[in-house]
T-cell receptor, first 109, second 113 residues
Framework: GDSVTQTEGQVALSEEDFLTIHCNYSASGYPTLFWYVQYPGEGPQLLFRASRDKEKGSSRGFEATYDKGTTSFHLRKASVQESDSAVYYCAPYTNKVVFGTGTRLQVLP | EAAVTQSPRNKVAVTGGKVTLSCNQTNNHNNMYWYRQDTGHGLRLIHYSYVADSTEKGDIPDGYKASRPSQENFSLILELASLSQTAVYFC????????????FGPGTRLTVL
């Protein structure tokens, strides 16, 4: 079945640091790729998605580019803020959505 | 604005007892899902439903039942709660199929003692 690997379980950064969260997927066919974000005390919410190779998804300063060659969809942000502290989930979709284990981002002021 | 609500928000249950978690959505969505969240495991799919009166098993259905009596309501039932079922449970809905955005509720924190 489909699977997804998020390398970083936890990331601690200072404000204005550059963020990369790695996501690699294994899926049959041509999956749609999602990033979800979960703020403390809330349910996950969609950050953005991408459906085609080389497509860039973006929202709130975050971005990720669909790379079918390396089966990756790494999340990046140039300058993080304390309000970005949350858990981030990568999730490929073919016949159903599979969520990764999540990456907890803590941004220190 | 899409809305998914869950009740209760917190629940303490005894081992061997019956627990029912409820979910209501006002999105007019066809699909509904139940996930559990545990540290180190992320979100794992328990049961889902495409239409009222029909449910499907997800990836970790053992020890759980689901009920979808109407398009708006989707319940998760633990007939004999166990310590290992202590977790946070999320309900979600989506329009038509999995490829659409899932809207999540705020979660229910279940503690089984």
């Amino acid at each position: 079945g489909d699977s997804v690997t998020q390398t970083e379980g936890q990331v601690a950064l200072s404000e204005e640091d550059f963020l990369t969260i790695h996501c690699n997927y294994s899926a049959s066919g041509y999956p749609t790729l999602f990033w979800y974000v979960q703020y403390p005390g809330e349910g996950p919410q969609l950050l953005f998605r991408a459906s085609r190779d080389k497509e860039k998804g973006s929202s709130r300063g975050f971005e990720a580019t669909y790379d079918k060659g390396t089966t990756s969809f790494h999340l990046r942000k140039a300058s993080v803020q304390e309000s970005d502290s949350a858990v981030y989930y990568c999730a490929p979709y073919t016949n159903k959505v599979v969520f990764g284990t999540g990456t907890r981002l803590q941004v220190l002021p | 604005e899409a809305a998914v609500t869950q009740s209760p928000r917190n629940k303490v249950a005894v081992t061997g007892g019956k627990v029912t978690l409820s979910c209501n959505q006002t999105n007019n969505h066809n699909n509904m899902y139940w996930y559990r969240q545990d540290t180190g495991h992320g979100l794992r799919l328990i049961h889902y439903s495409y239409v009222a009166d029909s449910t499907e098993k997800g990836d970790i259905p053992d020890g759980y039942k689901a009920s979808r009596p109407s398009q708006e309501n989707f319940s998760l039932i633990l007939e004999l709660a166990s310590l290992s079922q202590t977790a946070v449970y999320f309900c979600a809905s989506s329009d038509r199929d999995w490829g659409y955005e899932q809207y999540f509720g705020p979660g229910t924190r279940l503690t089984v003692l």
